[in-house]
């Protein structure tokens, strides 16, 4: 790759990955005794009420110990598998750049974790480092952003745009008082800047992929639109269940919350392994299949999911109205109409998705069955070479495309006189 490093400044990047590596990564090990006797004490900030929320786990009979333990265990996960990934990309391509970059990235999720935020907290002379690990961190990703997949700023002037936004932020870490603070700024001044310089930057990738991309980064840039659209919808999508749900469940919804926390883990540790799967692995799938899988299962179960729950609302109210209390005919029913609904609900879904996204391939599967039933009447030798040669030039678009038969060349068996 060009501009890649060699020699000594290849020595000189990689020490600095390891330094930095080992200063995150032991932050956040002093630091997780803290962050368990933080949990036990139920005094972080996602509890806002610990008289209420010991009561609640009494009543579901689990222990303060197992809440600790549960949410030290679900912390450790996301570290584990961050900095496993870091490492692994820095193990097999730290000669790479942009490689290097996101490796450090994902070490440096592990030095801004909660545990190092607790360590801070609890010890205010450790605040400068996890403030400048955090900063790290966040100029790593920027950068990433508008370097990925080849390391090269494409367009040239997003290096410009890449540079004011890293800049933006050394206000919110070091001079949180500071006027520069846009985080402190009003909304219809902070909000435009903001969304103009992070519009460049998809702009930019947009560009980057449509006009210099190759196809191996390409298939890189699908891996991690992929794990972030997953990741991020997931989370959010978790974020709401909870903010809906939790406040009219009582004690039952702590369960639920204990399954969030883990859940919203897991779909955020998406980003990462597909960050490793793009650099070091890309081509072991056929991504495209992944992304049309999901969508297709995706939108299939958010809308059997509403099915589901209209249903039983719409049929619970028949009910009601009918014999003035609810039924369980309504749960067994909606669950009967789902299943009926499941197979022709999802051949519909997969029809719109290959007709909005992948057109062609759409066409050329269409164009092939139509080809392969008239192969099956077709008699006319003739006509089928020209059928055969507009086939292939409608479904592979070659730049030139031609059909030569070999002559039969076989010798003729001569009966015996």
């Known amino acids: 790759m060009?501009?890649?490093?060699?020699?000594?400044?290849?020595?000189?990047?990689?020490?600095?990955?390891?330094?930095?590596?080992?200063?995150?990564?032991?932050?956040?090990?002093?630091?997780?005794?803290?962050?368990?006797?933080?949990?036990?004490?139920?005094?972080?900030?996602?509890?806002?009420?610990?008289?209420?929320?010991?009561?609640?786990?009494?009543?579901?009979g689990l222990s303060v110990g197992f809440y600790a333990a549960y949410g030290l265990t679900t912390e450790i996960i996301f570290a584990a598998v961050s900095f496993t990934v870091?490492?692994?990309?820095?193990?097999?391509?730290?000669?790479?750049?942009?490689?290097?970059?996101?490796?450090?990235?994902?070490?440096?999720?592990?030095?801004?974790?909660?545990?190092?935020?607790?360590?801070?907290?609890?010890?205010?002379?450790?605040?400068?480092?996890?403030?400048?690990?955090?900063?790290?961190?966040?100029?790593?990703?920027?950068?990433?952003?508008?370097?990925?997949?080849?390391?090269?700023?494409?367009?040239r002037w997003s290096r410009w745009f890449a540079l004011a936004l890293i800049m933006l932020t050394v206000p919110n870490f070091f001079f949180p008082g500071s006027p520069l603070n846009w985080g402190k700024w009003p909304g219809w001044m902070g909000f435009p800047v903001f969304a103009t310089i992070l519009g460049s930057g998809v702009l930019a990738q947009v560009y980057r992929y449509r006009r210099v991309s190759s196809p191996v980064q390409r298939r890189r840039t699908k891996w991690v639109v992929f794990g972030f659209v997953v990741g991020i919808t997931s989370f959010l999508g978790m974020i709401l269940l909870q903010a809906t749900l939790l406040p009219s469940l009582g004690t039952s919804g702590l369960f639920l919350d204990l399954i969030g926390k883990l859940s919203i883990t897991l779909f955020v540790l998406v980003i990462p392994i597909s960050f490793g799967v793009a650099i070091l692995r890309s081509g072991l799938f056929d991504i495209d299949i992944i992304i049309n899988r999901t969508l297709v299962y995706g939108f299939l179960s958010a809308t059997l999911i509403a099915l589901y729950f209209g249903s039983i609302v719409l049929l619970q109210g028949v009910f009601v109205t009918l014999t003035g209390e609810q039924s369980t005919l309504?749960?067994?029913?909606?669950?009967?109409?789902?299943?009926?609904?499941?197979?022709?609900?999802?051949?519909?879904i997969q029809s719109f998705i290959d007709r909005r996204f992948y057109r062609k391939k759409y066409d050329a599967t269409k164009t092939l069955e139509a080809f392969s039933a008239k192969l099956r009447d077709e008699t006319d030798l003739e006509a089928l070479n020209d059928e055969l040669v507009g086939v292939v030039r409608e479904t592979m678009q070659p730049a030139h495309v031609s059909l030569w038969l070999r002559p039969d060349t076989a010798p003729q068996r001569q009966e015996p006189g």
């Open 2 to 60: 060009r501009g890649a490093p060699h020699g000594r400044w290849l020595l000189v990047a990689r020490m600095v990955w390891v330094t930095v590596a080992v200063v995150a990564v032991g932050v956040y090990i002093v630091g997780l005794p803290t962050y368990y006797d933080q949990l036990s004490s139920l005094s972080t900030p996602d509890i806002g009420n610990p008289a209420a929320f010991r009561a609640n786990l009494k009543q579901a």
């Open 86 to 155: 870091g490492l692994l990309i820095f193990w097999r391509r730290s000669d790479e750049p942009i490689a290097l970059l996101v490796a450090l990235s994902m070490v440096l999720f592990v030095g801004g974790s909660a545990s190092s935020e607790t360590l801070a907290a609890a010890y205010p002379s450790l605040e400068v480092t996890n403030t400048v690990l955090t900063f790290l961190n966040t100029a790593c990703l920027i950068l990433v952003f508008y370097l990925f997949p080849d390391g090269r700023f494409v367009p």
């Open 330 to 348: 309504a749960v067994v029913a909606s669950t009967l109409l789902i299943a009926a609904l499941f197979n022709p609900l999802r051949r519909r």
